[in-house]
């Protein structure tokens, strides 16, 4: 396993952990500050809770990654995939709805770096 690999997948894991916790912990608290976006009644809490579960998930999983070689490879598939699928969500709503705030530009970006990275560090493992 390599350093390279190790380092990412446990950054990309830092750099969740608190954007899934501002979703799900007390998201009618923490996404109208962040966001500047209202969270009311049941289900959409239900749905920002689910979100930090699905991220949550991915974190375990990335940090299994960095610490057993048989899972790095797939970790950082996992990686590439869903920073890719997250990044090119937000260029379909750049197109079509225009330029978010800076919170969530900020997200993208990172988005496409971490995916980017994925791809070097996974290119390198042919």
């Not at 799900?24 to 976006?37: N, Y």
Request: overall charge positive.
């Amino acid at each position: 396993m390599k350093l390279s690999d190790r380092l990412l997948l446990i950054l990309a894991s830092l750099g969740l952990i608190p954007i899934a916790l501002s979703y799900g912990v007390v998201p009618t608290k923490s996404l109208p500050f962040l966001l500047d976006l209202p969270v009311e009644g049941q289900s959409q809490i239900h749905v920002f809770r689910a979100v930090m579960g699905l991220y949550l998930a991915n974190v375990v999983f990335w940090l299994a990654g960095s610490t057993k070689p048989s899972l790095t490879v797939p970790a950082l598939w996992s990686l590439l995939i869903f920073m890719a699928g997250l990044a090119s969500g937000r260029v379909v709503s750049l197109i079509f709805d225009g330029i978010p705030g800076p919170v969530l530009i900020f997200y993208f970006c990172a988005e496409v770096l971490f995916a980017v990275l994925a791809f070097i560090n996974l290119s390198k493992h042919r």
